[in-house]
């Protein structure tokens, strides 16, 4: 796949999940909640991230705001070339960073490394039913987690999304980072396990 048929298509998918109805959306949150709570490894200890819903993406506040004690919530910060991680509760200080997305108001310096996530609930442009995630563009996630290409390491990584945001098929390229699951208001699909 080109460049330039990833931004059409980033285009097109984008404005498909724009589209979805207020009514739709809400609903949406709350299926995506459930889904993400069922996840096998949902109640691992530890930090866990997820993000502030822009530009359309499908709103975490329902699974925020119902996870286990042993959870502690944060978005992602820009530094550098990569995401650090910040806990964060509704009503703390935020910010807008370069992209017009609010962060926690923190020195990214002192916020958490990807190394140190127990769990990243990440958002997406698309995906296909072999579980790989086309996110914006940007490479943050890929670039932030790619020490996962290396090893099995955590964090558990979990891509989310519309279901209306599921393509036929996507490719794979280099630097991509695989997910361990994508949810959506309708399904949970994980990938198929690697035969030796």
Request: with cysteine.
């Amino acid at each position: 796949m080109t460049s330039d048929h990833r931004h059409a298509l980033r285009q097109n998918l984008r404005q498909r999940r724009r589209e979805i109805p207020a009514a739709a959306r809400i609903a949406a949150a709350e299926a995506l909640a459930a889904n993400l709570l069922a996840l096998p490894f949902a109640n691992v200890a530890g930090p866990v991230a997820g993000y502030w819903a822009m530009d359309g993406e499908i709103a975490l506040h329902r699974w925020q705001m119902q996870l286990p004690p042993q959870q502690t919530y944060c978005l992602p910060v820009l530094h550098g070339k990569l995401l650090r991680f910040v806990p964060w509760r509704p009503g703390q200080p935020l910010v807008a960073n370069r992209y017009g997305i609010p962060e926690p108001d923190v020195d990214p310096a002192q916020a958490l490394r990807p190394e140190e996530m127990a769990l990243v609930v990440a958002p997406l442009t698309g995906f296909d039913a072999r579980c790989r995630r086309l996110g914006m563009g940007g490479g943050w996630y890929d670039r932030s987690f790619a020490f996962r290409q290396r090893r099995s390491a955590p964090p558990w990584l979990v891509g989310v999304g519309f279901a209306a945001q599921q393509v036929p098929a996507l490719p794979v390229e280099g630097w991509d980072v695989a997910v361990d699951a994508i949810c959506t208001e309708q399904a949970t699909l994980q990938p198929e396990p690697l035969h030796a």
